[in-house]
Nanobody, 122 residues
Framework: QVQLVESGGGLVQAGGSLRLSCAAS????????MSWFRQAPGKEREFVAH????????YYADSVKGRFTISRDNAKNTVYLQMNSLKPEDTAVYYC???????????????WGRGTQVTVSS
């Protein structure tokens, strides 16, 4: 089992940047595919970005492509989400998610963090 703790959320003006971090427990972090999801008020949780266990493959939602970058440091058991050119519509609770997977493509997560709030003001 893996436990996930997100950090780095906050209030930022439109056009600004934030970097989210997700620290994972356990000694097998490098075998987990990691993803970021978000949920805005009154909306369904939606996929944001995914990174394979090795970091060699990444996927993004069309709404964030070119603005967000997912990365991981397996030595630190941490995955990151660099968010640039933020828009008010990026306002949401951002969740880190994990699933043990050897695949390069996104998989349905098994473990979830509690989320971190990101608020983008106009």
């Amino acid at each position: 089992q893996v436990q996930l703790v997100e950090s780095g959320g906050g209030l930022v003006q439109a056009g600004g940047s934030l970097r989210l971090s997700c620290a994972a427990s356990g000694r097998t972090f490098s075998s987990y595919a990691m993803s970021w999801f978000r949920q805005a008020p009154g909306k369904e949780r939606e996929f944001v970005a995914h990174i394979s266990w090795s970091g060699g493959s990444t996927y993004y939602a069309d709404s964030v492509k070119g603005r967000f970058t997912i990365s991981r440091d397996n030595a630190k058991n941490t995955v990151y989400l660099q968010m640039n050119s933020l828009k008010p519509e990026d306002t949401a609770v951002y969740y880190c998610a994990a699933k043990r997977s050897p695949l390069a493509t996104p998989v349905t997560p098994e473990y979830w963090g509690r989320g971190t709030q990101v608020t983008v003001s106009s």
